[in-house]
């Protein structure tokens, strides 16, 4: 009985005995997990900070130094002093033990001068103005922000004008949406209006358009708005061509008449010249009866003004028909002409409309990118982001740059550069009918 009594004893001792070694096996393994999350550590001064000393009783002591890129600064009775690496309490304690015993000759407002003992206790040191944190991403604006202790990253994305959903510069997105709407219907009317233009012209040059009627309706505006184009343009196309018909047709009238005119003036010419040789020769029998004596000197004279009257309305109905040839052929010069100016003119009047066309066709296209831009913004607002956006801290290291992931509620340090990506949401909605 003592035997298994002992046995038993024996048992539960070293029952006992595992259960405290799991014990503490579990304490250790605790202990371990908790020294994986240090404590947070004292700042450290890096060059960029701003650093004010002072001693209590010597207000002409009191500066503001930066850390130069060398880590060292520069300060009275110090002169140049390595702090790059340092705790604020380092720091405080490395400048008090320099400036320990310094003796500073202070000057009175009567001009005397008194030595006074600089105590420890007296000098302070402290960080007045911290490295700046940088902000990248989908913010609206990205860059440089004024570090605060106990900065978090929720503070300083409020600071940097808060999410920039797609990168989308833009106060509203739904009234953007409105405005680009507007814009993007108003570009499709001049796209019609222009489209129906160079049909127009290239109709009026006999060309092949390879549009009709029902091509030019087939955009989308209203209904109403596209007839009124297309109707418009037939109109002023009918009435060009009837223009252009009785320029012609006054043209070619104008020649008949010339040619009837020129053909009475012909006659009356021929007539004029037998008149004139009639009154020439009259003069010439005139002067030989006048020569025998036959004949006065009065009947002479009559003769000869007889003669000069006959010879001026023959230069006068020579002139006139010339005149009259001159004016046919200046019309047949401008009904020449006139198929050949039209044509020049409609021609550089279809090369403008073609390129204005192109220039509609791709403010079309860009507008309507935006719009697509805008319409998933609007949407994405509608609905929320759809996922926490992705965030990381770059800091600098003790083996170089540490990337870390973060939250809206990570704090930061001077000196970290912020990235923000916003993560679309896949469930966004189809925007193909846009294009």
Same mark, same amino acid.
């Given at each position: ?52 000393? !002072? ?58 001068? $008194? ?44 600071? !940097? ?19 680009? &709407? ?17 049909? &127009? ?22 209904? #109403? ?79 000869? &003004? ?37 044509? #020049? ?12 066309? #192109? ?19 609007? #949407? ?15 800091? $600098? ?39």
């Amino acid at each position: 009985m003592r035997s298994a009594f002992e046995a038993s004893l024996a048992a539960g001792g070293a029952q006992l005995l595992g259960r405290r070694r799991d014990a503490a096996a579990l304490l250790i393994a605790v202990a371990l997990t908790c020294s994986i999350a240090p404590a947070k550590a004292d700042y450290l001064l890096h060059p960029g900070d701003i650093l004010e000393i !002072s001693v209590a009783r010597l207000p002409e002591l009191k500066h503001r130094v930066p850390v130069q890129l060398d880590g060292t600064i520069s300060f009275p009775l110090l002169g140049t002093m390595a702090v790059a690496g340092m705790s604020t309490a380092d720091l405080q304690a490395k400048v008090q033990a320099t400036l320990a015993a310094k003796v500073f000759r202070q000057r009175t407002p009567d001009g005397r001068e $008194n030595s006074v003992t600089i105590d420890p206790d007296e000098v302070t040191a402290t960080i007045v103005e911290y490295r700046p944190i940088y902000v990248n991403g989908d913010v609206a604006r990205p860059g440089q922000q004024v570090f605060r202790p106990l900065m978090t990253v929720r503070q300083v994305i409020a600071l !940097s004008g808060g999410y920039d959903v797609m990168r989308l510069r833009m106060n509203n997105p739904v009234l953007e949406t409105a405005d680009l &709407r507007g814009e993007y219907e108003a570009l499709w009317t001049e796209y019609a209006r222009a489209q129906a233009h160079v049909w &127009r012209l290239k109709q009026e040059l006999g060309q092949e358009s390879g549009l009709d009627r029902a091509s030019l309706l087939d955009v989308p505006v209203a209904r #109403s708005t596209a007839l009124d184009i297309v109707n418009g343009e037939a109109e002023q196309l009918q009435a060009r061509l009837a223009d252009q018909q009785a320029e012609k047709k006054f043209l070619q009238r104008a020649i008949v008449q010339a040619d009837d005119q020129i053909r009475v003036l012909s006659e009356q010419q021929k007539t004029e010249e037998q008149a004139n040789q009639a009154d020439t020769e009259e003069l010439e029998r005139a002067k030989e009866l006048f020569n025998r004596g036959n004949l006065t000197n009065l009947r002479v004279s009559d003769a000869r &003004r007889a003669m000069l009257l006959s010879s001026t309305r023959k230069l006068q109905t020579t002139a006139q028909l010339m005149q009259t040839k001159r004016q046919r052929d200046d019309f047949l010069r401008q009904i020449e002409r006139l198929d050949g100016q039209r044509k #020049s003119d409609t021609l550089r009047e279809l090369q403008d409309a073609i390129v204005t066309l #192109s220039k509609i066709r791709f403010k079309l296209q860009s507008t309507g990118e935006k719009l697509q831009y805008a319409a998933l913004a609007k #949407s994405q607002l509608a609905r929320g982001l759809g996922n926490e956006p992705s965030i990381t801290i770059l800091r $600098n290291g003790s083996n170089g740059i540490d990337h870390l992931v973060a939250n809206e509620e990570s704090e930061l340090q001077p000196g970290d550069v912020v990235e923000v990506a916003l993560r679309e949401d896949n469930s966004g909605a189809d925007l193909s009918s846009l294009r």
